[in-house]
């Protein structure tokens, strides 16, 4: 017999390695409830801050959360000592509302009014299993850019956040345009290598903070906070240039391809819900097609 299935051998293989237990050195914090289930965060600083907060090692999105909740503290042989600092809805273990406690594996710590970590330890083989884990479910298969259920979680909450702090959010409805001539003229293959490299460029000249998202098909969304309804307008056309100035290449064939962007901002009177936000960019995007494509426009009512 020559099929390899049928061979009477087995190939001697070293499985040392996986054999001999792994030491669970890395303290982290898992996310199991509220925005981004299944997040991991690796407590690797001598002092790390939780909160809603941007310059945090650990943000998280809910509207009870403070700037700064509280704060873990790395003591010496591997503890964490948790410090509330003095947040306005409390820091609880298990819970119990606490000032500063020492941390237990399978502590659950509950900030804000949804957000619930567990504190644990971990190997390298559980670390590198949990984020592929949750890396997974957030994101798009073809890609690698977030998918659309995670677009609208994160949507939801960036619009609660931006109407309770009147703060700037924005977003961007990207379309492909005329998609369906790369797939009819090179393939399908080639449809997809021009998603692909599309969304590199564009995850390439945007902040790691923003949320880029395959919303469906040949249309993509982005979500950024902070920057003013103009300077918006900048950065879109800066995202469109980025993709219409330098050829896409597929199997030595060099193509133009250009993208339509539609823009709606918040703060807006006329936009009520994260729902209203996502009519108002997709108005503004029909608005770009229509006026001839690969261009911005955005939405001013």
Not at 9 to 23: A, F
Not at 223 to 228: A, D, E, L, S
Not at 231 to 260: E, H, K, W
Request: hydrophobic letters at 35%; charged letters at 25%; one cysteine or more.
């Amino acid at each position: 017999m020559t099929g390899d299935d049928n061979s009477e051998s087995t190939k001697i293989v070293s499985i040392s390695n996986l054999q001999s237990p792994q030491k669970k050195n890395y303290a982290c914090l898992i996310v199991i409830a509220g925005s981004n289930v299944g997040q991991m965060f690796r407590i690797d600083l001598e002092e790390m801050v939780i909160g809603r907060g941007h310059l945090n090692q650990i943000m998280l999105i809910d509207d009870g959360i403070s700037r700064s909740h509280c704060r873990l503290i790395a003591l010496p042989g591997g503890e964490v000592m948790l410090e509330d600092l003095h947040s306005t809805n409390g820091t609880y273990i298990n819970s119990e509302r606490v000032s500063r406690r020492l941390l237990k594996d399978g502590d659950k710590i509950q900030v804000g009014s949804t957000s619930i970590l567990k504190f644990t330890y971990h190997d390298n083989i559980e670390e590198n299993f949990q984020r592929q884990m949750f890396e997974s479910a957030l994101r798009d298969g073809l890609t690698k850019t977030y998918n659309k259920r995670y677009f609208v979680e994160r949507l939801e909450a960036e619009f609660a956040y931006a109407l309770r702090h009147h703060f700037p959010v924005t977003l961007f409805m990207f379309d492909l345009d005329h998609f369906k001539r790369f797939n009819d003229t090179y393939g399908h293959l080639c449809g997809d290598a021009v998603l692909v490299e599309m969304a590199r460029r564009v995850t390439g000249s945007i902040r790691s903070e923003d949320v880029f998202a395959r919303y469906g098909g040949e249309e993509f969304a982005l979500i950024t906070r902070g920057i003013p309804h103009d300077n918006a307008v900048i950065l879109g056309d800066r995202l469109r240039m980025n993709i219409a100035n330098r050829p896409f290449v597929y199997d030595n064939q060099q193509m133009t391809v250009t993208v339509s962007i539609g823009i709606a901002s918040l703060p807006n009177p006329a936009i009520n819900s994260a729902e209203e936000l996502v009519d108002s960019a997709d108005r503004a995007l029909y608005e770009a097609k229509h006026a001839g494509r690969n261009r911005v426009c955005s939405f001013n009512k």
